[in-house]
């Protein structure tokens, strides 16, 4: 990796992301509108689970950050196969830019955008709707860490297989909220079906949010986290796997957004 | 300056490339002609580092492009057959990437994208944003991104696909310009009058082989007979003298006006499905029908059709 090439490339990426940054307002004002509504449901929820003193946040900021952040996967995605539209994926194939560069150079500003989305998510969860953080604020920031991992590995898989932006997008929407839904972000995983209940640790959003609820809500230490970074690191490297096998920059995309 | 030496590619067992051999020499431009499906791009793909070859070498300023792609890369500048621009961001943002990627910083930076955008009429267009630009300062841009990086070789895949004249001449003089100052160019189009312009060496690219390969004047002179061409309306019917291809009957003769004052009468019952009758004079285009059994606009008219539908859309 030459990083000279590695920062033009992140820096041309950042440029391409910013230059419409209107789903990346979206997905963040979006989560805020839900936890305005879901609010009250989970502070009742949280109180009769015997939180007493719990504002709801601790339940719904977690879970809608969780969601959008799924959301964001389409960044990554899309900043792929735009460049197929654009038909520069060829152009940059032929420049000095190795594959390993081109493709680090869309990965993390992406990811940067993804980790800026979850930590501006939370803040306003603190200071909007009276989120408190009873345990270790750096275990939040390790398993907001881990969730970016996963979900840099999860957009580069779907990018591997996936052959249109349509089709992108619409895992992506699926995924976002089938996998949340199932990990708890929208209620939690006590309360839902026996059959989901049974099946949730498959979610990566599942133990996303079990680190999260653990330092926010049950006053756990940076070792809380341990157990659920682990896990979602572990998805992080079965998806990474998978995507490289199945990655080749040969491979026509189709831009049909 | 480039050599390319019996380079073999297939597609799922359809031989595209079967042992092309093809030379471009410092301050050499190269018109790669051929019909669709010829194997062109494949050829500059390859080159380029883009796909991989079957079989075969490409040396680029004596490093082997097979083993050290990214060494010859640095050497390289491509603008592929469809336009490749960044529309959201500006032109020079857009000739800035590429000449960053390619290591210039700095004055010398600057120097380039300036040099390269004037000489293509794109320097009072520099903080407009590609995507508000006009079909012929996108294909200069497109152009410009190619040369951005001080290439030694250039591939110019099609470039004028779809420019007005105007755009279409800047392209050709800045080529001249380029190979004057030492680069190999591989300039690969449908439009034989370019090639003519250009005063190119031609290289024919005909069923994955290299059938013709020469200086213009040459070629001309060794297949460029002229011709009498006869266009008709489904396959073109058998007649003495005459090669047969599809919808058109060719006879090489010395006076093909001669010959065409007597054809008609030999018609017989083909007459009314006659749709033309064109003299070919002693041209590369005369020399390309000879070698390839085809008009070269018989893949232009293709292009021109995309080119109108996308004006009318």
């Avoid at chain 1, 990018?159 to 996998?179: E, F, G, I, R």
């Avoid at chain 2, 008609?264 to 033309?276: F, M």
Wanted: charged share 15%; hydrophobic share 50%; aromatic share 6%.
């Amino acid at each position: 990796m030459n990083w000279s090439r590695s920062r033009v490339l992140m820096r041309q990426n950042w440029a391409l992301l910013m230059a419409d940054p209107a789903p990346i307002v979206l997905l963040t004002l979006m989560p805020v509108v839900m936890m305005t509504f879901l609010q009250g449901t989970s502070r009742a929820v949280l109180r009769g689970a015997g939180y007493a003193s719990a504002s709801g946040a601790e339940l719904v900021v977690p879970g809608m950050a969780v969601m959008f952040a799924f959301f964001g996967v389409g960044f990554i995605g899309t900043a792929f196969f735009s460049e197929h539209g654009w038909g520069t994926w060829d152009r940059l194939r032929s420049s000095r830019a190795t594959t390993m560069e081109i493709v680090m150079g869309k990965i993390l500003p992406s990811a940067v955008l993804i980790l800026g989305q979850l930590v501006l998510l939370f803040v306003i969860g603190v200071v909007v709707f009276g989120m408190t953080i009873n345990g270790s604020v750096a275990g939040v920031g390790v398993m907001m860490l881990a969730c970016v991992a996963v979900l840099v590995a999860f957009s580069m898989l779907l990018t591997a297989v996936l052959k249109t932006a349509n089709q992108l997008m619409a895992v992506v929407n699926l995924a976002a909220m089938a996998l949340t839904g199932l990990g708890g972000a929208l209620a939690p995983v006590d309360v839902l079906p026996g059959w989901a209940q049974a099946i949730a640790p498959l979610s990566p959003a599942y133990w996303m949010l079990k680190g999260f609820r653990a330092v926010i809500l049950e006053k756990g230490g940076l070792d809380a986290t341990i157990i659920p970074a682990a896990a979602t690191l572990a998805f992080a490297g079965v998806l990474a796997v998978i995507a490289v096998w199945q990655f080749s920059a040969t491979d026509e995309k189709v831009w049909d957004n | 300056m480039l050599e390319i030496k019996a380079l073999k590619k297939a597609y799922g067992g359809h031989e595209v490339l079967r042992g092309v051999d093809l030379e471009a020499k410092v301050g050499e431009i190269v018109g790669l002609l051929g019909p669709n499906g010829a194997g062109k791009t494949t050829l500059v793909s390859i080159v380029a580092g883009l796909r991989s070859a079957d079989g075969g070498t490409v040396t680029v300023n004596g490093i082997d492009a097979v083993a050290h792609p990214d060494k010859a890369r640095a050497l390289l500048g491509l603008a592929p057959q469809d336009l490749g621009i960044y529309p959201v961001l500006s032109v020079e943002r857009n000739l800035t990437f590429f000449a960053e990627l390619s290591g210039l910083t700095g004055k010398r930076l600057r120097a380039q994208v300036k040099d390269v955008a004037e000489a293509l009429d794109l320097a009072n267009l520099l903080g407009q944003k590609a995507a508000t630009l006009s079909g012929g300062q996108k294909r200069r841009l497109h152009t410009a991104m190619a040369l951005v990086n001080e290439p030694k070789v250039l591939f110019l895949d099609e470039p004028t696909v779809g420019a007005d004249v105007q755009t279409r001449n800047q392209i050709l003089e800045v080529v001249r310009r380029r190979a004057e100052a030492g680069c190999a160019v591989v300039y690969t189009s449908h439009y034989l009058t370019e090639i003519e312009d250009l005063a190119a060496t031609v290289a024919v690219l005909e069923g994955g082989e290299i059938v013709a390969r020469g200086p213009l004047a040459g070629l001309i002179a060794e297949h460029g007979s002229p011709a009498l061409r006869l266009t008709f309306e489904g396959s073109a019917p058998v007649l003495d003298g005459f090669e047969v291809s599809g919808s058109t009957a060719t006879l090489r003769t010395p006076d093909p006006a001669r010959a065409a004052a007597g054809i008609i009468g030999r018609l017989n019952g083909s007459t009314d499905r006659l749709r033309s009758v064109d003299i070919v004079r002693p041209s590369l285009e005369a020399a390309y029908l000879a070698l390839t059994g085809r008009r070269s606009n018989e893949d232009t008219n293709e292009k021109t059709e995309e080119v109108i539908d996308e004006l009318v859309a």
